[in-house]
């Protein structure tokens, strides 16, 4: 049973992987769209270099159209450079990686709404993951003697 099982779920996971490698379509690009984008990358850059220690936010205060382009790259909108996470980490992965201790970190140290509810968030997705890990570990394999 045991190995019925192993060859199932070996079956299912080669069963999916190549139904995905038929998608190859989503990983083409537009050079020149790249192109635009790095010129206006390089602008930016200039920018920063002839005035040394502006900062994004001051350059959003005084309305520079370069402050712009970071908010909103290509229309991808909650890319946003100028709200930092706690410590550089993802808030998800806070809650995800350190359950309830990285939900208490990220509203102590962040002081922030959306990012505790972002790790609230990860902290259920990871507890799920564990469950289910367990789960599959203790009646696919910790419990093979009693079948």
């Known amino acids: 049973m045991k190995k019925l099982l192993i060859i199932a779920s070996l079956l299912l996971a ?3 992987g190549k139904s995905m490698a038929g998608q190859a379509d989503l990983f ?11 010129a206006q990358l390089d602008q930016l850059e200039g920018f920063v270099l002839e005035n040394p220690g502006i ?4 350059m959003a205060t005084e309305g520079n159209a370069l402050a712009g382009m970071v908010s909103d790259v290509n ?3 909650g890319l946003n450079l100028i709200n930092e996470k706690v410590f550089g980490i993802p808030s998800f992965l806070w809650g995800c ?4 201790v990285g939900v208490l970190v990220v509203y102590l140290v962040g002081q922030d709404k959306a990012e505790t509810k972002s790790a609230i968030i990860g902290c259920v997705v ?3 993951a564990y469950s289910a890990f367990y789960a599959i570990y203790y009646f696919a394999i910790g419990n093979a003697y009693w079948w």
Request: hydrophobic residues 45%; aromatic residues 10%.
């Open 97 to 100: 990686v350190f359950s309830w």
């Open 126 to 128: 990871g507890a799920v």
């Open 28 to 38: 083409s690009y537009d050079a020149v769209t790249i192109e635009n984008q790095m």
């Open 14 to 16: 080669v069963g999916v």
């Open 55 to 58: 900062t994004l936010g001051q």
């Open 75 to 77: 229309g991808i909108s």
